[in-house]
């Protein structure tokens, strides 16, 4: 059975459904937190930064047209609340060092060199330049491509297609560094 | 976007970790979600509920605005009784501050004028008669006693005339310019006589407001008249003889006219 698409979902919601907007955000919740928490440094600020983009969804629920893309819409919804975030303070990544690894442990020698080649990895995440990280990570965990980049972030094509080149090379430097 | 993608890298960034938001937090949002829906959806421009009386409020206040101005334009509309039925041209009012300057009043001259003398002096300008009216103003404002006393008698009945007489004048005078401006240097060699005494100036503004509209209309009618009407009516008076009252309209011909030629027919039975 094909799933019912987010456009549809949304509308839905728009005419009364609740129980569509649970299906979207289900859907949605994982990758865009991650995506807000990868961008910013503290937890406790992505979290609210992620409550506040949801809330806008829900606000804007009466004008929502279904002209692009329901993920479009709402990354472009986290964009905005993003940079107003750096404007307020600073922009980082949220550390990755004591984060949990994967449940299948190697062993060892294997999770030592696991963990140094994943911090390696977020290290290349942190450093690279916002611009670049936020193309990778509407890329990576969003899935948008990159005329979708190109307008969730307000820039052109051109400009989307390279920070996204720039931010996958210096990423694949980093894993084959490990 | 597939030539972007890289599977090693999206594999150790998979690796990363798992972070989901709170469970408090999905519910604090769908609760939200919830609430949102069971309420009426926001109106985008119309307020709605305690607002609306902003559009009550300001349909009243623009409705009040209009009927203080339309009452206020209906007082302020002058009132037709006041209003001269020829106005003075605007020649005239240049030439005030000249005729100004060539009067000198003379206080003690004017109390001692009798009032007959005022109303048979020479023709006046309607700049001198509006000098006049300036000077009666100021001599009021300096003798306050004055004015309590002109406010005390009755309508004096003989100023009256005098100041009719000198409206007269002054339009009559605003019906030919080009004669008034001719005599006009001949008014400045007897300005006392034609000066009324202050008292009976603050009478004569007093019994204005007093005057009855056709006295009035009948004034600018006679002022407005031309003097080749005038004599028609001299020539049609000794043609009904009665010559008395038209040498009364010849002699006042004259001293309004003083330059004009009367033809014979008016001249008849004067001598």
Known sequence: MAEVPDEQLMLAYRGGDAGAFETLYTRHRVSLFRFVLRSI?????????????????????????????????????????????????G????????????????????????REALARFAAALEGLPAAQREAFLLHEEAGLTVPEIAAATGCNEEAAKSRLRYAMAKLRAAVDDG | ???????????????????????????????????????????????????????????????????????????????????????VPQAREDDLPKAESRITPDPAAKRQAPRELARDA??????????????????????????????????????????????????????????????APQASPAPAPAVPPPLGGAADSAAQPMRAPAARARMAEQAAE?????????????????????????AEFRKRYPDYKVPEAALKGEK
């Open chain 2, 1 to 87: 976007m597939a030539d972007e993608r890289d599977p090693k890298v999206s594999k150790r960034y998979r690796e990363l970790a798992s972070e989901e938001p709170l469970r408090e937090l999905d519910e604090s949002i769908l609760r939200a979600a919830r609430g949102a829906n069971d309420r009426p959806h926001a109106p985008l421009v119309t307020p709605a509920g305690r607002h609306r009386w902003y559009y009550a409020f300001g349909a009243a206040a623009i409705l009040v605005l209009a009927v203080a101005v339309t009452v206020q334009i209906e007082r302020q509309r002058p009132d037709p009784e006041f209003v001269p039925a020829s106005p």
């Open chain 1, 41 to 89: 440094k503290a937890r406790a600020a992505a979290e609210e930064l992620f409550q506040e983009i949801w809330m806008r969804v829900i606000e804007s629920r009466a004008t929502y047209r279904p002209s692009a893309r329901f993920t479009t819409w709402i990354y472009t919804i986290a964009h905005n609340r993003m940079v107003d975030h750096w404007r307020r303070g």
């Open chain 1, 91 to 114: 922009l980082t990544l949220v550390s990755l060092d004591s984060e949990d690894l994967p449940a299948n442990d190697p062993g060892p020698q294997r999770h030592v060199e696991g």
């Open chain 2, 122 to 183: 020479a023709p006046e300008t309607a700049a001198q008669a509006r000098s006049r009216v300036q000077e009666n103003k100021t001599a009021e404002a300096q003798k306050p006693e004055a004015r309590a006393e002109s406010a005390q008698r009755p309508m004096a009945a003989p100023a009256a005339p005098a100041q009719s007489r000198s409206d007269e004048n002054a339009l009559g005078a605003a019906s030919s310019p080009r004669e008034s401006a001719a005599r």
């Open chain 2, 226 to 250: 031309p003097p080749e009407r005038w004599l028609e009516r001299i020539v049609q008076l000794r043609k009904e003889g009665r010559h008395e009252e038209a040498e009364k309209q010849l």
